[in-house]
């Protein structure tokens, strides 16, 4: 926008800049000088601040990038709702105490949803229970296997094994202790 310093020093002279000798100041001068639109732009959006630093500070807070919100996992969710359990039942008040932070820690990861975070973890908690089967079911699933045959069974663990590497691994543990 200047030539040179000279035709710079006249407008900071022009728009009663010239006491900028601080490099904050000068710096706040360059940016409006170089970026009048911004400029403009940031006095419209703040008419109480009265200073160029003033408002070169508003304009660089308003240029930051707003922090990413983080979706919580299930693996998230599990976590934490063990967390507020420990920190609701732990056995000792340490260790009521050391979950609270942890959980306090670890949610904070997701901002300004912290506590919207610990109702879906203790509502996906309660969602667990009611599908995991009870002691009836297992009882029954356990009988219907017996009558079908080490056969059957041999065949449906294999093709469940196939699927789940980890459920694999336990059971070769498991045959070959």
Known sequence: MFTGDREFGEWLAHNQLGFADQSNERAAAMWASGNLSEYRETRQAHPRVRTVRGLHAKFKDNDKAPKPVLEPTEDDLKTIGKLQTLAE????????????AKLEAYSSAFGDQKEEVIERAAEAAEREREEAPNDTQVQQIRTA???????????????????????FKSVMVGLYK
Request: proline share 0%; net charge neutral; aromatic share 6%.
């Open 145 to 167: 296997l017996m009558r079908k045959g080490s056969d059957f069974l041999a065949e449906w663990l294999l093709k469940a094994m196939v699927k789940d590497h980890d459920l």
């Open 89 to 100: 039942r732990g056995s000792t008040e340490g260790e009521r105490e050391s979950a609270k």
